[in-house]
């Protein structure tokens, strides 16, 4: 029962962090280019990824029931962060949702595939673009370019 009221608490500060209009909660419309939805199914994810074996580039975990609830981020390799997503212990507002309501609450979806060099300024354009609520802080590491830091 304790889960239940954490999970409860956790989607309402959520909400109230999108009403008090400390971001402008839009849904994320740019193209995907491949997306799945069945999380933690082995066999979907070991399909998923074998096309981007050692690919990395731009990616959103959306969540299913809210498609203003999402989260956006960069890797070099969408297989090995994916898995790191999902077994995460962190604390940060994305991650204690997501392991508090399940995984399989969400879709994963590839928005771009791109080169090391230029995934930080991807990612940027995209939080600066949309404030994704489950993202903690809205600019790369070392970015020059910041309109927003975080909600806080």
Same mark, same amino acid.
């Given at each position: 029962?304790?889960? #239940? ?12 962090? /999108?009403? /008090?209009?400390? /971001? ?10 491949? &997306?799945?939805?069945? #999380? ?14 050692? +690919? ?7 969540? =299913?029931? %809210? ?8 890797? +070099? *390799?969408?297989?090995? @962060?994916? +898995?790191?997503?999902? !077994?995460? $212990?962190?604390? *940060? @507002?994305?991650?204690?949702? /997501?392991? !508090? ?13 791109? %080169?090391?060099?230029?995934?930080? %300024? @991807? ?11 489950? $993202? &903690?802080?809205? =600019? ?6 910041? !309109?927003? %830091?975080?909600?806080?």
């Amino acid at each position: 029962m304790l889960w #239940l009221n954490y999970t409860i608490i956790l989607f309402y500060e959520i909400k109230k962090l /999108a009403s /008090a209009g400390k /971001a402008p909660v839009i849904e994320f419309s740019d193209d995907v280019l491949f &997306t799945f939805t069945n #999380l933690l199914n082995p066999s979907v994810i070991l399909s998923f990824f074998r096309s981007l074996k050692g +690919k990395g580039g731009i990616y959103i975990f959306r969540y =299913k029931k %809210d498609p203003k609830v999402f989260y956006i981020g960069r890797t +070099k *390799d969408f297989h090995k @962060r994916f +898995k790191d997503h999902l !077994s995460s $212990n962190l604390k *940060d @507002r994305f991650h204690k949702f /997501a392991n !508090s309501i399940g995984w399989d609450q969400f879709e994963f979806s590839i928005i771009e595939i791109c %080169d090391l060099s230029i995934q930080q %300024d @991807r990612e940027d354009f995209y939080l600066q673009k949309y404030l994704p609520l489950l $993202n &903690t802080i809205f =600019k790369s590491n070392f970015s020059e370019i910041q !309109s927003y %830091d975080s909600l806080y």
